[in-house]
């Protein structure tokens, strides 16, 4: 195989509205793609878990041009979706972690626009007050890391 990058990550989520304002909003990422498909044809009924008739994608990334892999958030127009988040000790993606420049910073930002941290900031922050790692939480319940690029 001769993969070349990681192109996409998809996660499905409840309401694309709060997602996007999530996402887009406070997290800064730009929108390249939006679109309705058809899911009741061809091969993807069978990777569905319940019968969905169609499914918006709205790609979202950091960054311009395709250097970057995409976060697609997923929702079914007119169905609700079913299951929940999973925590760091069960099977399938537990999170999602980005590299930021200044961690600290970002977690002060993040608080101050309504952010709940996951895990307080203290639990990361060495003795000389870097802050190494910082975990929320987006509207669906989804862990998200951001890292010190350091």
Not at 97 to 103: E, G, K, N, Q, Y
């Amino acid at each position: 195989m001769d993969a070349t990058h990681v192109s996409h990550i998809a996660i499905c989520v409840r309401d694309l509205k709060k997602s996007l304002a999530f996402y887009r909003d406070i997290l800064g990422m730009h929108v390249t793609f939006d679109e309705v498909q058809d899911t009741s044809t061809g091969g993807l009924p069978s990777i569905y878990k319940n019968h969905r008739k169609t499914r918006r994608t709205v790609h979202v990334r950091y960054g311009e041009g395709h250097t970057s892999p995409s976060l697609v958030l997923t929702t079914h127009p007119g169905d609700q979706a079913d299951g929940g988040p999973i925590k760091l000790d069960q099977i399938g993606i537990s999170h999602l972690s980005f590299t930021v420049a200044d961690v600290k910073s970002l977690g002060e930002e993040l608080v101050a626009k309504g952010v709940e941290l996951a895990a307080p900031m203290d639990a990361f922050t060495s003795p000389e007050g870097r802050v190494s790692s910082i975990f929320v939480y987006d509207p669906d319940g989804i862990l998200l890391q951001f890292d010190d690029h350091g």
